[in-house]
Each structure stands twice: as C-alpha cells, then as structure tokens.
C-alpha cells in the first residue's frame, strides 16, 4: 500500500486537528500497519478509497477510527523498570509530607491502554498493610477512546501481561480468560479511574495531583502545543507535586511551570515563587 504525499497531509491534518499530534515525515512510515486492519474490517482495499470516505464526510465514525488508528498505544506493564523505581521513592516522599492528610492523588496522562496506571494500582495493592487507611487515587487519562475501552476493561493478551511483568504477578493479580486473555483482578481496576480527555482542554481537577506522569507524549506535539500542555500539565499538579516525563522529554527551554527536582534526577516539581527573590522553590506539603 503506497502512500501518496497528498494522502499524508491528509492524514496528517485530521490527526492534528483532532489530537494536536504531528505525524511527522519519520512517522508516515507508520501510516500503512496502523491502518491495514482498519481498512480490511471497513471492507476498504485501496488508501485512495479511505481518503475518498474521510474527504466526503458521510461516515463520522470513520474519522474517528483512523485518528486513534494513527495514535501511538505503545505501551506496556511498568514500563523501564527505572522510573518506576525513581517514582516510588518519590511517593515515600510524599508519604512523609502528606502523614496528616493520608491521601495521594496520580493522574497518569496519555495512558493509552491502561498498562502504566494498572502498575502503580499494583504497585500499592503489593503494600496494603503500608496504605491502610490512605486514599489512594489514580486518574488515566487518553484522547483514544477505544484505548480508553479496553483499560477499564481490564482484558490482555498474553502477550501483554507478559510484558513487564513477573509470572508472580500475572498469577497474583489476574485470572486467565478463555483464548489466552488475562483480566486484571477486581482489587487493582477498581482503584483506578479512567476517562476520555485531550491535554489540549482544560485539565480534570485543577490543583489535585501530587504526581503526573506525562511520559513519550509531548514528542508528538509542536513547540506551541507543549507550551499549552505545560501549562495544563502545571495547572493540574498540587502544591509540592511532581511531573514524571519521557527519557527523551525534558521542561528546560519549554516551561517555567516545573523545575528539576533537587532530589530526584528524571522528576520535576511544581515551579512555585518565593516572595523572598522570585526564584522557583519547593512549595510546602502543609
């Protein structure tokens, strides 16, 4: 399936349009296996013929089809072992800091099928004894909404469970279904919340999150959308909060929203001015 520069502007415009995401040249490579299986449950054998059925309008379904077709869901249980490790030192930060209160707030943003906010549930539910009587909240956020589907759902393959984690807990805290899928158990998706939302809007409850993980999302997006998806990202995270971004991400040049965080190389806070000489500080947990 050969595609045409005209039908990769095409592409690339409604996919902008809708999600603020570029399909940038060294991702039009992606075009033909993402909308392979699309095309062949559609009963569409040529590119040419989509494009006609997208140009015309008659099927609105259709368009929404092929953007969360060109989304990247690429994603996978606790993903790089590292940063979760760097998060959850994190969280025993905020364990000290939030004693009173006993309550902390993660909104996991773009997470596509579920997988990142399925192991921070599992990651608290394997200390329950730690957390008795904190409330524990975890909000998963994608603009796809078939992605959005299946995390509540809760339903993977084997060869989704099988990536990331151990068969400890794959046994632990899923039950195997019939044509080898793998539904997380009742505990885990239960403690985690998901909706349907767009970094480009305004943020689910302003001010809440003491953690967001952003992570490999803002790649897809020009210097002008970052600038408004920082701005959302900081309007979301609590006094003394943190954001977690991609390896490949970093807030310096971006933003004046966040800082690096002192304590954690890859992490960064919440930028909050002093009254003393402007510069960013470490807001109070109080």
Known sequence: MEVSDSSSRILAGLLETRTGQQLTMNRRWRIETALKGLMRERGIATLDQLIAALV?????????????ALLNNETYFYRDRGPFELLMKAVARLERERA????ISIWCAGCSTGQEAYSLAMS???????????KIDILGTDVSRSAIGRA????????????????LQMMRWFSEEPGQQWRISPLVRDSVRFQVHSL??????????????????????????????FERLGSACAPGGCLM??????V???????????????????????????SPQRASAG
Do not use: M
Request: hydrophobic content about 30%.
């Open 56 to 68: 015309s309008g008659r099927e609105p379904s259709l368009s929404d089809e092929v953007v969360d």
């Open 100 to 103: 009173q209160q006993k309550r």
């Open 124 to 134: 608290f539910a394997e200390e329950r004894s730690r957390w008795n009587g904190w």
């Open 152 to 167: 509540r759902d809760g339903l993977y393959s084997q060869f989704e469970v099988q990536r990331g984690l151990s068969v």
């Open 200 to 229: 480009r809007e305004p943020v689910p409850h302003p001010g809440a999150f003491d953690i967001i993980l952003c992570r490999n999302v803002l790649l897809y997006f020009d210097s002008e959308t970052r600038r408004l998806v």
């Open 245 to 250: 971004l991609g390896a490949a991400e970093t």
């Open 252 to 278: 310096i040049g971006h933003t004046n929203q966040f800082v690096p965080d002192p304590d954690f190389r890859g992490l960064y806070l919440r930028a909050d001015t002093g009254e003393t000489d402007g």
